[in-house]
C-alpha cells in the first residue's frame, strides 16, 4: 500500500489536518481562530506568563517513545516553565517544522501526542504554524496568568532556605550512567520516562506562597544543573542532605545510599519536577498544600552562606549538564 | 583566519551571546528576565491578541538578502498579523534552530536582524529558546494588546464593503514571473522586497474603527491569495476595480493598465500590508485615518453578492498562491 507522505498534500490540507486535531474553539468573549493567524484571549489573572520551546523531533526521541510521546513531551515542557514560574497555563501556540518525507500517519501521531497532553494539562492549543523544513522540529509558546504579584526568578536563594525538589528523579539518569541498551531493559525506566508528566498544580502553590518562594526552577537539563543553576544566580551554595524521591527500583539498586541514589538522580533530565527554594517559616505550609495535591517532594538540603555550588558531606559535588552542542559536559 | 562555529561554543555560550543582544529588561512592574525561561507581563490593554509564525532561514533567503535581512523579515511577517487584527504589538519570543556548522559572525548577523526589526517596531524581545538543529529556523510569537471587543476576522466581509489595501505591490511579484536572475538587475524590486515593512499604526486604526471594519487579514502569501482567502471565508465575491499601490518602476512597465498591474501585484508575498474589508459609510473616516498616518494604501473594489473568487471586468481571474510543499499553486 501506498503511503501518504506530507509532501503529497498542499500546505492548507496539512494545516487544515493539524487545525482540526489541536486547536480549540473560541471561549466566551473571545472571537478569532483558526484560520485566522491570530487569535484574540481575555487576561485571567492580572499578571501574564509567558515562555517558549523548542525541539527537534530527533532529540526528543528515546529508542522507547513513539512520535506520540515526543508530541506529549514538548508540550510537557513548555507548560513546566510556565508553572513553576505560579503561572496557570491556559493557551499555548504550536509552531511545526515537518520534511515533506515525513509519511503523513507519523505528522498525525506527534499531533496526537501533543493533543493528548493539551487535555492532560488544560491547556488550549490557540495556533500555531507549520513550515517545510529538513528536519521535524517543534516550538511551543505558552501564556499564563498568575495572581502572583513577585514571581519568584532562578535567583532569589537566601541563606536558611529550605530546598524542596517535586517529582521523581533517577529514571532517565540511569540511562545517562548506563546507556539506551540497558536502559531499554528496565520497565520502570521506560515508565517515567516515557510520557514524562509535570503537575499543574504547582502554579497554585506558587502564585498563593509567592512571598514565601524565594527562588524557583524546573528541571529540564537535570537535577543538578538546575540546583547548580539556582544556586549559582543565587550567589549562595546549597547543602544537599537527601536524595530526592526516587524509584523504588532505584532505591533498591543503590541500596538506599544516598551518594548512590544522587548518581543517578542529578543527571538525567526531563523530569519537568520544581526546586523551590522556602522560607523556613513557611516550609510546613508548603509542604501541607504539596501533600494536599499528592505531589511528590522531598527536601534535599538547606541554602548556605557559602559560595555558589552543590555540597554534599562537606564537599562541593561535580555537576553534569546535557548541552545540545556539546553532549555531556561537566559544568563545575 | 579559522572560523568560530556554533558548533565550538557550548549551549549556555551561544545562548548567552543571543540573549544579549535581543533580550529586553524587565519594564516597571516586571520582576522575571533571561536567564529565567518564563517572562511576566502586565497586561496593556482590556484583550490580548497572540499569533506565532515560523521559518526555515532559507525561505526568507531571497539572492539578494543578507542574514540580517532573514532576521528582520521573519520578525516582520510575526507582528504584522497581530497588527491586523488591532492588537498592539508588545513583545515577543525568539525560538532558533541553529546547525553546530553555522559561524557564529552568521547567526549574529541573523539575530542582529531580528534586533533592528524589534527596535524598528518597537517589540520587546521577551525571551525564547536555542535548539541545535540540522538546517536554521526561526519561530516568533508576538504578543500584542488590543482595546477593539471584537478583533475582525478573515471571514467578515459584507456586500457593500469597500475593500482597502495598505501598502505597495507588485516587486516580490516581478520576482515571481520573471525569476530571480532577472529581478536581481532591478533596484526597484531589491529595494521594495529586500527588508519589508509593515506599519504597526494600523493597529490602532483597526482597533478604533473595529466596529467599521468587518473583515482584516495580513498580506504574507500573495495579495491575490489574501483577497481570495478573505472572500472565500466570507462568502461573498469582490469585484476588483483598480490595482493597489505599485512601484512607480511597475507603472512604467504595464503603461499603467490595470490588468498588467494586477498580474504582478496579485503574486508575490512578504508585502505585510493590510487589506481591510470597510463598511461604507465608515470609508472617509478610516481613508483619513491612514492618510494622517501616511500609509500609502488603494480601494481596489468592493465586496458583491455573487458567489467566492476575484473578478475583474465581469471575469473571474484565477489565484495563484506559494504553497511551501508545491511551489506555485493555482487555487481557482
Known amino acids: 500500500m501506498l503511503k501518504l507522505l506530507v509532501g503529497n498534500l498542499t500546505e492548507d490540507e496539512i494545516v487544515s489536518i493539524i487545525a482540526k486535531k489541536l486547536v480549540s474553539r473560541v471561549a466566551l468573549g473571545e472571537h478569532l481562530t483558526y ?25 526528543l526521541m528515546l529508542p522507547w517513545r513513539t512520535l506520540s510521546d515526543v508530541g506529549w513531551s514538548a508540550l510537557t515542557g513548555a507548560v513546566s516553565d510556565v508553572v513553576v514560574k505560579g503561572g496557570v497555563p491556559h493557551g499555548c ?11 503523513l ?19 488550549r492549543v490557540l495556533g ?15 501564556v499564563g496568568f498568575t495572581t502572583a504579584r513577585v514571581p519568584p526568578s532562578r535567583g532569589g536563594m537566601r541563606p536558611g532556605d529550605v ?3 517535586t517529582g521523581t528523579y533517577g529514571a532517565m ?3 545517562v550512567e548506563h546507556g539506551f541498551e ?18 499543574t498544580e504547582i502554579s497554585y502553590i506558587v502564585e498563593n506562597y509567592y512571598k514565601a518562594i524565594d527562588a524557583s526552577m524546573d528541571v529540564s537539563d537535570g537535577l543538578g544543573y538546575t540546583l547548580y543553576t539556582m544556586s549559582n544566580l543565587s550567589g549562595r551554595g546549597i547543602i544537599i542532605k537527601e536524595a530526592p524521591r526516587t524509584p523504588e ?36 505550609a508548603i509542604a501541607s498544600e504539596l501533600e494536599y495535591f499528592n505531589i511528590p517532594f522531598a527536601v534535599v538540603g538547606e541554602v548556605s552562606s557559602s559560595p555558589p555550588g552543590l555540597y554534599f558531606n562537606g564537599e562541593k559535588i561535580p555537576v553534569k549538564r546535557y548541552d545540545q552542542f556539546k553532549a555531556w559536559t561537566q559544568n563545575i
Open 182 to 199: 540497558r536502559a531499554v531493559q528496565e520497565k520502570w525506566v521506560i515508565e517515567y520516562t516515557k510520557r514524562p508528566k509535570t503537575r
Open 128 to 142: 500555531g504554524d507549520t513550515n517545510k523544513s529538513s528536519e521535524a522540529w517543534i516550538a511551543i509558546s505558552v
Open 249 to 284: 527500583q532505584l532505591v533498591e539498586i543503590c541500596r538506599a545510599e544516598t551518594r548512590c541514589l544522587l548518581k543517578y538522580a542529578l543527571v538525567g533530565g526531563e523530569e519537568y519536577g520544581a526546586v523551590l527554594g522556602v522560607k523556613q517559616g513557611w516550609f510546613k
Open 35 to 59: 484560520p485566522d493567524d491570530a487569535r484574540d484571549l481575555l487576561p485571567r489573572a492580572p499578571r501574564i506568563v509567558v515562555s517558549m520551546d523548542a525541539y527537534t523531533v530527533n532529540s
Open 173 to 175: 539518569g540511569y540511562a
Open 93 to 103: 501556540l504550536i509552531a511545526l517544522g515537518v520534511p515533506p518525507s515525513m509519511e
Open 163 to 165: 530546598v524542596i525538589v
Open 105 to 123: 500517519s507519523h505528522l498525525e501521531e506527534l499531533v496526537d501526542g501533543i493533543s493528548d497532553a493539551a487535555k492532560y494539562y488544560d491547556v
